[in-house]
């Protein structure tokens, strides 16, 4: 990609195309074993991902990494081949060498794999997000302008305003798997709770007596029971 063609890119903001996956089934390929390939082995084995990384020197952070999280995180002490790539879900780029890099890139493209490169995230298929979780809630965020440090500051305001419904999330959430057994109620106890005024009688300490206003008994005290 040419120097015009990015400038136009940060110019029109980019857009992302979202999609939670399950961290114990995502396995991720980490090629280069130095500080860039530390930080995202970190992020992917402390969300539980089962992560490779192949290079023929590694990190000290990496090695220490590699002990703390053994059962998931692997170094590879070899050459780059096909057969790392093969396997893999996603492929992280985190070299300098521009002839592998294209290597990879071209293999990814080929066979089609996701692939992030480190070192100018334009060039790959995406990024790594910023990303927090609380008891119950687990959420992403990014800018269109690649703004790190914006990020940074936005998830943590985003994260204080989460951990205030975090307990209602996980209350709502239990009562919509048990409505489950009430097909044909399902889509009216689900719109009742899933709103901030059911979030006030939850707050007060009267989201049962909410449920019993609206539902039989026989319907409530199923859904309450946990």
Do not use: W
């Amino acid at each position: 990609m040419d120097r015009d063609n990015r400038e136009n890119i940060y110019d029109q903001g980019i857009e992302y195309s979202y999609i939670s996956l399950i961290s114990k089934k995502l396995r991720v390929g980490i090629v280069g074993g130095g500080k860039a390939g530390t930080i995202k082995a970190r992020h992917f084995v402390k969300n539980k991902c089962c992560v490779e990384v192949i290079s023929k020197t590694f990190d000290g952070e990496l090695i220490e990494l590699s002990k703390e999280f053994s059962e998931i995180l692997k170094l590879k002490n070899e050459d780059l081949s096909y057969e790392f790539l093969r396997d893999k879900h996603l492929i992280i780029i985190a070299l300098d060498d521009e002839n592998l890099k294209n290597i990879v890139k071209k293999y990814c493209e080929e066979n089609y794999k996701i692939y992030i490169d480190s070192s100018d995230f334009i060039s790959g298929m995406g990024v790594v997000p910023i990303q927090r979780s609380t008891e119950n809630v687990v959420f992403a965020l990014n800018t269109n302008y690649g703004n790190p440090k914006g990020a940074v500051l936005l998830s943590n305001k985003v994260e204080k305003t989460i951990k205030e419904y975090d307990e209602f999330i996980r209350y709502i959430g239990l009562i919509r798997n048990k409505a489950k057994s009430f097909p044909e109620f399902k889509m009216q106890i689900t719109s009742f709770i899933g709103n901030d005024e059911f979030k006030k009688s939850f707050d007060n300490g009267e989201a049962e007596k909410a449920l019993r206003s609206r539902f039989s008994k026989e319907i409530v005290d199923y859904l309450i029971k946990f």
